[in-house]
């Protein structure tokens, strides 16, 4: 199996006096397993999206996520939210 091909996976972590969420984790195949089951086992909302995962391959673990993916990981946060919200509901 090619690597582009290959499950990949990130985690970001964000409160509100952050500049910018960090990236904590990120991994290809075997490890990308390991960060969603760590997840999954904290209750920690898991996204599927493959092109931002992609791009969050290439920003360092414990840094900030560069400017240019800002908005693609607010529409992330604002979604989780959301979840957030209508699970409060229940």
Do not use: H
């Amino acid at each position: 199996m090619a690597t582009q091909d290959r499950k990949k996976a990130a985690a970001l972590k964000y409160e509100l006096n952050y500049d910018a969420p960090i990236v904590t984790a990120a991994g290809v195949g075997y490890l990308a397993d390991k960060i969603i089951e760590e997840a999954e086992k904290n209750s920690v909302p898991v996204v599927q999206n493959k092109e931002l995962a992609d791009l969050l391959m290439n920003v360092d673990v414990g840094s900030n996520i560069p400017e240019e993916l800002y908005n693609a990981v607010a529409e992330v946060i604002a979604y989780i939210m959301d979840i957030d919200r209508l699970a409060d509901r229940r």
